[in-house]
């Protein structure tokens, strides 16, 4: 927690490795397993593959929430050599279309939160922070990033990484946030992979 960035700290290394074996060794087993229903689909008549056909499309969509989420360990890599942990920070609360909602204090003004979400997708029901939140398992959090643009938030330890960000700091249709952000706060969200439009 003395550490200038979270990645300084071999705690924060070991729980990214830890995730990215995971993630990584789940994208296999998603893409075979979409191998083995399409093959399964192709050798079966006509008239058996409309029953066929809705298994397909849930085996698509988990092979597609794999893909996400190993590519989103280099965006947590990104944050963690930018920002120091803070420790419990970050308040999670369970919502009522299944998501997670985390509220972080305004670097700027302290006495205001900034809301970042996760979940509320088919297949994002089951992930630890939402079942966690929800049973009322997670008693506090560490946030490393500005919850303006970007983040990540670590059980304790750090444990179960998850990167979380604004849409606006990663979305190109939408204008970047600027205003109440100052040229530091700005710069050091750049630095760590968010969208913050020209100076």
Sequence with gaps: ???????????????????????????????????????????????????????LCVGIWYALLAVVAAASLARTRRVLRVYPWQAGIAEAKPKKNGSTQFAVPDPERPEKTVSLGYGGLIGTRRHFWVR?????????????????????????????LLWVAQREATDSRMSPRK??????????????GARVGMD
Aim: with cysteine.
């Design 179 to 192: 205003k109440g952000v100052s040229p530091g706060a700005r710069a050091l969200a750049r630095a760590a």
């Design 132 to 160: 966690a939140v929800k049973d009322g398992q997670v008693a506090g959090t560490w946030f490393a990033g500005d919850p303006r643009y970007l983040g990540v938030v670590a059980v304790p330890g750090p444990r179960h």
């Design 1 to 55: 927690m003395h550490c200038k960035t979270a990645w300084e700290d071999p705690a924060t290394r070991r729980a990214w490795r830890r995730t990215a074996v995971l993630r990584c060794a789940a994208l296999p087993a998603w893409l075979l397993g979409f191998l083995a229903w399409l093959f399964a689909v192709v050798m079966t008549p006509v008239w058996l593959l409309v029953l066929w056909l809705p298994v």
